[in-house]
């Protein structure tokens, strides 16, 4: 099977896997992991931040950051397509008790004048207070988009200047940043705090960080631990982000290559329409073409090929460390016969 469901499915290379097998461990509830210092310390570094932390998945990061910048019954306002807002089984109302403001943007991007009009409403006793904004750069819906920088400043500035703070969700922020050439760091410069995954495209088994300053990591370590995400020799996880970190960012350009090999040819096709593909996701809209997902999906399956259901007229194809160009060159081979 050739798997382009999600870099999720990325497994660790024999070199990776080697890292946990010398890792030197502690208990690092303890704050005694010397290899979770290591990575924490070179997380924050790439990133820019005075801290890190290491967390178990990149939805326990988005969650112990936001419950780190708001208080129950707090406003925070998100984009309606994000992964915060449609996959985190809404966390952020049930944990962190916060009043949700989603914004529609195009394919992940917000206007500034629509997130604008949420914090600039000043005082009424029927509203709530609105503290964060949640940015999500690639955006996954968005069909891996680069946010550009710009509209990350502005829209920044505008909850800033609010008395707000800002949270990027980066789970494949090295996606964008080897796209652009721009250093993770510059393209986070002015947001609080970044949750990026190890676990997708960098290759890793488990783990994501979050980022931002000594004060916010100081607090997310007590947050973590109340959702259970205190560990004690996590050096086992951290190893290989070390790896990931030192070893695996460059060659995300491959993936973004074999996405575009995928984009030219499902552009043959006039019914179907693709969003922008910026990085490592294809999503494909069949809706003007007589195919629904279902039927995508069986005819790729029928010749080896997984893909994403996204909705009943959309589906989802991400490149990844494990998929070869000889995959992609069959895949692409078999995209006339799918879609004829
Ligand atoms: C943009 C984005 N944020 C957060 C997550 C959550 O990561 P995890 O699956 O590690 O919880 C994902 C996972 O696909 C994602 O795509």
């Not at 988009?145 to 609010?162: M, T």
């Amino acid at each position: 099977m050739i798997d382009l469901r999600s870099d999720t499915f990325t497994l660790p290379s024999k070199e990776m896997i080697e890292t946990i097998l010398t890792a030197e461990l502690g208990d690092d509830v303890w704050e005694e992991d010397p290899t979770v210092k290591e990575l924490e310390a070179l997380a924050a570094k790439e990133l820019g931040k005075e801290a890190g932390l290491l967390v178990s998945s990149g939805t326990q990061g988005n969650l112990v950051a936001n419950m780190t910048h708001l208080n129950r019954g707090e406003g925070v306002v998100l984009e309606k397509e994000s992964h915060i807002n449609m996959y985190e089984v809404g966390g952020l109302s049930q944990v962190v008790g916060a009043f949700p403001f989603l914004i529609e943007g195009n394919n992940g991007l917000m206007n500034p004048q629509d997130v604008e009009s949420i914090f600039t409403r000043g005082y009424n006793v029927h509203w709530v207070d609105t503290k964060l904004l949640c940015l999500e750069n690639t955006h996954n819906r968005g069909g891996g988009r680069i946010i550009p920088k710009e509209n990350i400043d502005r829209l920044s500035k505008i909850a800033h200047d609010n008395n707000a703070s800002v949270h990027l969700d980066g789970a494949r922020i090295f996606n964008a940043a080897v796209a652009t050439g721009m250093e993770a760091s510059k393209i986070v410069e002015n947001v609080d705090s970044v949750q990026f995954c190890l676990s997708k495209g960098l290759g890793c088994p488990i783990g994501s960080v979050i980022v931002g300053s000594e004060e916010f990591i100081h607090e997310s370590r007590r947050n973590r631990k109340v959702v259970g995400g205190g560990l004690r020799q996590a050096g086992i996880i951290a190893a290989p982000g070390i790896y990931a970190l030192n070893n695996m960012i460059d060659r995300l350009s491959e993936d973004h290559k074999h996405a575009k090999m995928l984009e030219k040819a499902l552009s043959e096709f006039e019914d179907l329409k693709i969003k922008n593909v910026d990085t490592n996701i294809v999503i494909v809209d069949t809706s003007a073409s007589k195919l629904s997902t279902a039927d995508v999906r069986d005819r790729l399956e029928n010749k080896g090929i997984k893909v994403t259901h996204m909705g009943d007229q959309l589906f989802r194809m991400v490149t990844y460390f494990g998929i070869t160009l000889e995959d992609i060159q069959h895949v692409v081979s078999v995209i006339p016969e799918v879609f004829s």
